[in-house]
């Protein structure tokens, strides 16, 4: 994996965000389904933006945040000799741990237009806004189940990408964020490569 990480500015074409999802999970590949960039690419996983307004608010902010994330816990795996119950695992949790996000975001309703007496919705391209009608509602959660299509996660990742948020979330999670924490450590270093991406990474310099 290239250890230089992107920014705001992105990896260009969905073409180029799938090229670089090869080289980026090499590691981690064999225990995914052969056609998972394709399945990704059909759930919206390369062209969905990281928020709304925030870090990765635009057209596959998404994947470039998850790439991000993926490079920053790969390099305080290595730092800090971390120790997990897989050595794919940095990969598979700095990747999808918001894979929820692939269906969350539209494009707002712009102006509306009457033509030959049909009322027609013009679509806001430069906003998003979230999608009201998806399936399956949460965040970590949401992600564990996603991800659960393709592989068998350990317990380890399921942990790791269920608390990932730390303690941006309703504060009755707040005790059970820091149980996760004891009973698996790379929670917290989880939390701390999401906070790097998407902080410190992420922003314009």
Not at 128 to 134: A, F, L, Q, R, S
Not at 168 to 183: G, L, M, P, S
Request: glycine share 6%; with cysteine.
């Amino acid at each position: 994996m290239n250890e230089k990480s992107n920014h705001k500015a992105g990896f260009g074409s969905v073409e180029d965000r799938i090229r670089v999802f090869h080289d980026c999970m090499a590691s981690a590949l064999h225990l995914f389904p052969q056609d998972i960039a394709e399945k990704l690419t059909e759930g919206g996983f390369f062209t969905a933006p990281a928020s709304t307004k925030y870090h990765g608010s635009y057209e596959g902010g998404l994947f470039d945040h998850s790439c991000n994330v993926t490079s920053a816990l790969v390099t305080l795996t290595h730092d800090n000799d971390l120790e997990w119950q897989r050595s794919e695992s940095p990969y598979i949790i700095g990747m999808f741990h918001d894979i929820c996000k692939q269906d969350q975001y539209r494009h707002p309703f712009g102006d509306t237009l009457y033509s030959a007496g049909m009322e027609f919705h013009t679509v806001d391209e430069s906003r998003w806004k979230y999608e009201p009608d998806t399936l399956l509602k949460g965040h970590g959660d949401k992600s564990v189940m996603l991800l659960s299509q393709y592989l068998q996660l350990t317990m380890e990742e399921i942990l790791c990408i269920r608390y990932h948020m730390g303690a941006f979330v309703d504060q009755k999670e707040w005790n059970d964020y820091t149980r996760a924490i004891h009973e698996c450590p790379n929670v917290l270093w989880t939390h701390t490569a999401d906070m790097i991406a998407a902080h410190i990474l992420e922003i314009d310099k």
